[in-house]
């Protein structure tokens, strides 16, 4: 492990419970670092995240406990000031030989913070947007210039509609501090840590190849994460989209078929479900997060799916999110999309499903015409049902770009029914996912089981849904 | 203390083959250890021997379709062999097989590997899932080999493959050619059923060109086959010879060397892509490290001499004549005239404004009510700044906890539950007297409280004693009542008489104080059941009026909002329909959803688009119903509390809905009477009640 010389030291510094220890965690990517609680004074020492590429540290980024007494400290550091001229620092330095900070523990947080601090190429002053600029702000932002380091405020929480933003700036410009960063640890912002690290860049000029480093380290993580995690959601939908579950009725009698169709709807069910919450897991994974919040995650869709429940097969059917391969079926699906978009398509979906029945009994295969004499139906997911999952797993792949390492709330996957409806043409994906209909030997939910991993045109086409979905993310 | 949290970075292997057995190895979740490693480059070479073996046999097919060909070709049964034709169909019936295939890909906008060559990554993938021993390593393997394929490297193996049957096809065609002629004499001209003689001349003089470098200047004239020219007649035989060499150098040059070229170009560019490729990250790795080296500092011990604990316990009763803000934005409400008839020392937030009011806090005899922010970490700076005033003054101060519904806007329940724990946790620990109270959402009780408070005529501290659950115990009665009355829940004439009820019941315990609510309440006797939506609707507006107006809008009191719309069917006199759906607030909350749908489904415009009908069901209309009136029960309970206490058991009351935020689904009266037990025990218990 090479800890260069050229390693840049970063020290986040600031008020208790300003999200200094957040901040640290979406910079480091790491949901493990420190402890973060509403209580304040949780950070009780100095803690290093180094940025690493390969064996290299690019950055050292020390996370330090809250000033949470900067009143009784600015007055402390002042009260030693003989002499008018006295240069700050030298006030700075002789309180930290003084007692009052190494033997009392009244302020030796404190004393730890602005030791660090002093020993950094940039200090990030971390601020609660939401806060007001309260008076003791000032008195932390004059003790930290007597550290005489170059000091960036970094305003938290900004996504938050209590931030008042342009309050803080104003203030900080007043204290001749211009380079004000917003950077949410919460909801990351991709464009706000360029913004982050220019800064800094701007201010530690001697260690620009560092920065240039972690910068590239970023994009290429970002870059690999989406094509990992667009890989994982192009496996997953081709499975859902090829997947057909031939049905076993015990004779063909109506009420028999009915059962064995149900029994095959249900088997389908809790393999997409099963197949979604294990993607979704993966691509949690892809991006640094825990399973856990892929399970809210899951949650939220399931949410905002407005009481669609994959285990209520009513439900599905009020939704049109099931087309049986039997005529019928598709004609009754065809009507249920039109019930669901209050008969705005004038009849449009039903004549789909007509057609769609008529092309099915024309062009059906020697073995579904067996199927057919024997009693068998096929049950696949319908084309409402298969946009929707397709949303959901670009939902969730947003998400989780957008998703800081410090959240806790669950993440959001705000993908409704409705949507199923408007933003069906926008990607290239999900018209490639088409290919994958007919293949029930490409889908590991198919049932009889014919799946065997590494085909190669299913492999093709996973590559091709995935490069599309990639492009979608990457704008 | 040191504390090291390590990487697991690995360096990537230069080979593909091992850059897929890395890959998968960590598809598998297996260790990548020697072991697991050389498993699983050992099911990638079997992928590849299974390629090889696929070219072979193309290669072989090929041979066999090559030599039928010519063979058949060369069977003239005595005739003279269409050189001409034979090479057409030889050289040509291929290249127009490509052509065409090439034409139709152009066509269809579609890039694909040879239909024929298709084997290879078959064989490739198909070796590989044959692999035992370990089937999630091997479908791991065929995984990222088949992903290595997708990535440019298959369509180039499939066109190895293709390249190779059609070399299969041209070199064996010419050993048949040499085989077949070695065996017997045949004749060679231009004899056909219908093409000209000057044809096939033609096509032999065009393609013999070419080959005069190999062939020389060839003399390419008819020769017959025995017994019409002898078999050892030398102008004979060297006249064969000549049109088999053509025949040999035509599949040669136009045939087998074009295909093993581009063959040999195919198999370089797939090796390329096959270098070129990079698995797709499944796992991420890390890119930092946490490095600890410090022992945590213990925080300040409390002084117990700073504390004035007990002592300052007695003086409660004193008067508040100054009072002095404690972090208060300069953007909150304005306080409220009991605090501002007081006398303003000014804000305790800086080094110099502490020294001023240190200054003026004069006699003893009277104390300072410190106007504190909830939203603000109740941390060692503001312990230290109300410890130094409480010192100075001798004094017990009154701490006014303000800022309570904007910590409850921003944060999540959790953390203003902690929030408030840690002011309460400061104000016992300092032994000072603390209040919440909403400063901006005052209600009459609460107003009441801070001014007893103030005054010193309230010091009834932290614990409010337990409500009597009789008066809530009749009007869940009263429910139950409704449930198996005629008509009964969820009919809105029932619930009109449910909602009577109870406000009667109420009204009869509330103190004149509380007027907004009596009125509410005699708005509810004047209810005629039989006039039930307009009558609702008038009742229910009322009733959101008396809301605070700083609560009215928030997201939690609009779900109660929505709870009293759908108990009453009138959440529509409130908003527009259309405005309402658009509220997020509203979307966030079920129970103003169920409230929200059900008015819309009775006032939407046919235009209006939905996604989902959300009918209810009668175990849904059931819910909404005894939700509403239990809402409208405790609401009425609650009167008198502070708002902090009213939202709390409003909020236990919210959460005994279904988790999707929709209400309760009751089957029956029985589910009715359960639901109301479980919510009777829960407010109850939180109100301080017993269990």
Same mark, same amino acid.
């Given at each position: ?15 208790a ?59 402390m ?77 970094l ?6 509609p ?16 211009h ?13 706000g ?19 240039? /480093? ?10 690999? /994460? ?23 009725p015990?004779?063909?009698? $109506? ?26 897991? @993966? ?9 856990r ?8 869709i ?15 059917? @009020? ?40 092309i ?34 670009? /939902? ?23 949507e ?31 799946w ?24 | ?11 990537e ?88 295939r %090439? ?13 024929? #060559? ?8 198909w070796?590989?899932?044959?692999? %035992?021993g ?5 479908? $791991? ?11 440019g ?60 470098? !190999?062939?020389?200047? *060839? ?9 019409? /020219? ?15 060499l053509?025949?040999?150098a ?27 490729w ?18 945590? !500092? ?20 004193? *008067?508040?004549?100054?009072f002095?803000?404690?972090? @208060? ?18 804000d305790l ?26 939203? %603000? ?21 009154l ?23 840690d ?27 801070l ?7 309230? *010091? ?5 004693s ?12 009263v ?6 009355? %005629? ?5 809105? +004439? ?7 009820? !109870? ?17 509410w ?9 039989s006039?039930?939506a ?26 109660i ?11 529509a ?33 046919a ?15 059931? #819910? ?14 609650m +009167? ?8 709390? $058991? ?10 999707? #935020?929709? *209400? ?6 029985? $589910? ?20």
């Amino acid at each position: 492990m090479n800890d260069s010389p050229e390693s840049l030291r970063i020290a986040v510094v600031g008020h208790a419970n300003t999200g200094k220890t957040s901040l640290l965690q979406t910079l480091l990517r790491r949901r493990d670092f420190g402890t973060v609680s509403p209580t304040g004074g949780t950070t009780r020492s100095v803690t290093a995240g180094e940025i690493l590429d390969e064996e290299e540290v690019l950055a050292i980024i020390l996370d330090t406990p809250g000033l949470e007494d900067s009143i009784n400290l600015r007055n402390m550091i002042e009260s030693s000031r003989t002499d008018r001229r006295e240069d700050p620092r030298s006030l700075l330095d002789r309180f930290l030989a003084s007692p009052a900070a190494r033997d009392s523990n009244e302020l030796a947080m404190e004393a730890s913070s602005l030791e660090a601090a002093m020993n950094a190429d940039v200090l990030l002053y971390a601020i609660d947007a939401r806060d007001e600029p309260q008076p003791r702000h000032l008195d932390e932002l004059a003790v930290l210039g007597m550290t005489a380091r170059p000091l960036i405020p970094l305003l938290n929480f900004t996504a938050r509609p209590e931030a008042d933003a342009d309050a803080w700036r104003d203030a900080c410009a007043r204290q001749g501090l211009h380079a004000t960063v917003s950077f949410d640890a919460i909801v990351f912002d991709d464009a706000g840590e360029a913004r982050l690290l220019d800064a800094i860049r701007t201010l530690a000029p001697a260690r620009d190849d560092a920065i240039d /480093a972690w910068r590239r380290l970023r994009r290429s993580e970002r870059t690999n /994460a989406i094509a990992g995690a667009s890989d994982v959601a192009a496996d997953f939908l081709i499975d859902a989209a090829a997947a057909i579950i031939v049905t076993e009725p015990t004779s063909r009698d $109506a009420t028999d078929r009915e059962v064995a169709f149900d029994a095959a709807t249900a088997t389908l069910l809790d393999g997409l479900r099963e197949h979604e919450a294990r993607a979704m897991h @993966r691509i949690a994974d892809i991006f640094g997060f825990s399973g856990r919040e892929a399970d809210a995650a899951l949650l939220e869709i399931t949410d905002a799916m407005g009481g669609v429940d994959f285990a209520d097969t009513a439900s599905l059917e @009020r939704a049109g999110l099931w087309a049986a391969g039997t005529g019928t079926g598709l004609v009754a699906a065809g009507a249920i999309v039109d019930l669901a978009v209050g008969g705005i398509s004038l009849g449009g979906f039903t004549a789909l499903g007509a057609v769609g029945a008529a092309i099915g009994a024309i062009g059906g295969s020697g073995s579904k015409i067996l199927r057919r004499l024997r009693g068998q139906d096929e049950v696949r997911i319908g084309e409402t049902g298969l946009t929707l999952l397709h949303l959901r797993q670009r /939902a969730t792949i947003d998400a989780f770009l957008k998703r800081g390492h410090a959240a806790i709330e669950p993440a959001r996957i705000e993908t409704t029914v409705s949507e199923t409806f408007t933003a069906r043409t926008d990607d290239e994906s999900e018209k490639l996912l088409t290919e994958a209909r007919g293949h029930p030997t490409w889908s590991r939910l198919s049932r009889p089981d014919h799946w065997r991993a590494g085909r190669h045109p299913r492999a093709s086409l996973a590559l091709r849904i995935a490069t599309s979905m990639s492009r979608h993310f990457d704008g | 203390m040191s504390q090291s949290s390590r990487p697991q970075n690995h360096p990537e292997p230069s080979h593909w083959r091992d850059r897929i057995a890395d890959a998968a190895v960590d598809d598998a979740g297996l260790p990548r250890d020697d072991d697991v490693t050389l498993r699983a480059q050992k099911m990638v070479d079997r992928g590849v021997a299974g390629a090889m073996f696929s070219i072979f046999i193309l290669g072989v097919l090929g041979g066999i379709a090559g030599g039928s060909a010519t063979g058949e070709l060369l069977s003239q049964d005595g005739g003279p062999v269409h050189a001409a034709a034979m090479l057409m169909i030889l050289v040509g019936g291929p290249w127009c097989f490509i052509l065409i295939r %090439t034409i139709l890909l152009l066509v269809i906008r579609k890039r694909s590997g040879p239909l024929l #060559g298709r084997l290879v990554p078959a064989g490739f993938g198909w070796m590989i899932a044959r692999s %035992t021993g370990d089937p999630d390593l091997s479908a $791991a393997v065929a995984g990222r080999t088949a992903s290595m394929l997708a990535a440019g490297s298959g369509r180039r193996l499939a066109a190895v493959g293709s390249g190779t049957f059609w070399s299969g096809y041209a070199f064996i065609s010419i050993i048949t050619i040499w085989f077949v002629t070695a065996r017997v004499a045949l004749g060679f001209g231009w004899e056909s059923s219908w093409l000209p003689a000057e044809l096939g001349k033609t096509i032999v003089e065009l393609t013999s060109a070419p080959l005069t470098p !190999i062939l020389g200047s *060839p003399v390419l004239e008819p020769v017959a086959g025995p017994p019409m /020219a002898a078999a050892d007649d030398p102008q004979a035989l060297a006249a064969r010879r000549e049109w088999i060499l053509f025949l040999s150098a035509g599949l040669g040059v136009y045939l087998l060397i074009p295909m093993l070229l581009w063959t040999i170009l195919q198999a370089a560019g797939g090796h390329l892509a096959a270098a070129r490729w990079r698995p797709r990250v499944r796992n991420r790795p890390q890119t930092s490290r946490i490095t600890r080296t410090e022992a945590d !500092i213990a925080p300040p011990e409390i002084d117990p001499a700073l504390s004035t604990g007990d002592r300052n316990m007695k003086n409660m009763g004193v *008067p508040c004549d100054r009072f002095v803000r404690l972090d @208060r934005p300069g953007n909150a409400s304005p306080l409220p005239p009991a605090i501002t008839d007081l006398e303003d020392l000014g804000d305790l937030d800086s080094r110099d404004s502490m020294a001023a009011v240190i200054s003026h806090t004069g006699s003893p005899s009277h104390r300072i009510a410190i106007v504190a922010w909830l939203p %603000t970490t109740p941390d060692r700076g503001v312990r230290r700044r109300i410890n130094e005033l409480q010192k100075a003054t001798g004094i017990t101060p009154l701490l006014v906890l303000d800022g309570g519904e904007t910590l409850r806007r921003r944060e999540s329940s959790a953390i203003t539950t902690t929030r408030l724990t840690d002011w309460r946790t400061l104000a016992s620990e300092l032994g000072i007297d603390a209040l919440e109270c909403d400063l901006a959402n005052l209600t009459e009780t609460s107003r009441s409280k801070l001014v007893g408070r103030l005054k010193g005529t309230d *010091p009834s501290g932290f614990d409010p004693s337990p409500r009597d659950p009789r008066t809530l115990d009749e009007s869940f009665a009263v429910i139950g009542r409704q449930l198996s009355a %005629t008509p009964s829940l969820p009919d809105d +004439q029932a619930l009109a008489t449910c909602l009577n009820e !109870i406000a009667r019941i109420h009204s009869a315990r509330l103190d004149q104080s509380s007027q907004g609510w009596r009125a509410w309440g005699t708005r509810l006797h004047e209810l005629d059941p039989s006039d039930t939506a307009d009558g609702l609707k008038m009742i229910t507006t009322r009733g959101l009026e008396l809301l605070p107006a700083g609560l009215r809008s928030q997201a939690g009191w609009i779900g109660i909002g929505g709870i009293l719309g759908a108990a009453a069917c009138a959440a529509a006199a409130v908003a527009a329909p259309a405005a309402l759906v658009s509220l997020p607030a509203w979307a966030g909350t079920g129970a103003g959803v169920a409230g929200i749908l059900k008015i819309w489904r009775g006032t939407r415009p046919a235009d209006t688009p939905t996604a989902l009908d959300q009918t209810p069901g009668t175990d849904e209309r059931l #819910g909404e119903a005894v939700l509403g009136a239990a809402t409208v029960s405790v609401l009425w309970w609650m +009167q008198g509390e502070r708002e902090s206490a009213i939202s709390a $058991a409003l909020s236990n009351l919210l959460q005994l809905r279904k988790s999707d #935020g929709r *209400p309760p689904r009751l089957a029956d009266e029985d $589910a009715a009477r359960r639901w109301l037990a479980e919510a009777r025990r829960t407010i109850v218990a939180a109100n301080g009640g017993e269990e």
